[in-house]
């Protein structure tokens, strides 16, 4: 269960019964607002991605909701960095866990190629088109920092006579799972996207990702 997506539909598949639940915490919480939604019965509680959610502004609902999930159960926590903010929640949640930490090396795939230009900020739209100009691509995905860049790298790159289209979360859902099929059946070729909103991004054709602003992490 999601936003974006048509509530009424959500509805009448949770009435009909459901062994897992998998939702975003905005929409669980309007289902729990609506009584269409009962945590009562729950034994397990996997909270995916804590840091990612608490980042990007969940940790007020995150808490709401494990506030309806009964005290006897079992509770996993996942994630990518443990932040004081994702500790907080441990603490508080979870009793005598275990801590599991996945050791990994840094590295990159054998059959991926990496490279860099440094260009000042004035140029990077110019280098970008040359790039394009000279690459050999199926699909490729532009990684920048903020929403409005999205928009406006893709409209500077539609200008140019490239099929691109901008990914962001200000994007109603239905819009981005749009812009994704058209990404995978060929009627798209360049998607600007945020991090955030390319994550779990499964797209079989894209053969280059470029990151036009420097990565955050």
């Known amino acids: 269960i999601y936003g974006g997506q ?12 459901a062994h ?3 939702g975003t915490p905005g929409r669980m919480l309007d289902h729990l607002g609506r009584g269409t939604l009962g945590l009562q019965e729950v034994r397990i509680a996997i909270l995916d991605e804590a840091d990612v ?6 940790a007020d609902d995150i808490e709401d909701i494990l506030r309806h999930v009964p005290d006897q159960r079992q509770m996993a926590l996942f994630s990518a960095t443990m932040p004081a903010a994702v500790k907080r929640i441990a603490q ?11 050791a990994s ?8 190629q990496q490279r860099y230009w440094p260009v000042r900020g004035t140029d990077k739209l110019e280098a970008l088109t040359r790039i ?22 893709s409209e500077r790159l539609q200008a140019r006579g ?6 962001n979360g200000d994007m109603v859902q239905a819009d981005r799972e749009r812009t994704v099929a058209r990404l995978k059946d060929g009627r798209l070729d360049i998607v600007v996207a945020t991090d955030v909103a390319a994550r779990g991004l ?4 894209i053969s280059h990702v470029l990151n036009y602003d420097i990565p955050t992490d």
Do not use: W
Request: proline letters at 1%; hydrophobic letters at 45%; aromatic letters at 6%.
């Open 132 to 153: 394009l100009e000279a690459e050999t691509f199926d699909a490729m995905i532009i990684f920048v920092r903020t929403k409005a860049g999205t928009a406006e790298l």
């Open 105 to 112: 090396k840094t590295r990159t795939a054998e059959d991926i």
């Open 6 to 17: 048509n509530i009424e539909r959500q509805i009448r598949d949770l009435r009909r019964g």
């Open 53 to 58: 959610m608490l980042d990007i502004g969940f």
């Open 202 to 205: 499964d797209v079989e054709r």
């Open 162 to 167: 490239y099929s691109a289209a901008a990914l």
């Open 92 to 102: 508080t949640h979870l009793r005598n866990p275990a801590e599991i930490t996945i």
């Open 20 to 22: 897992i639940v998998v």
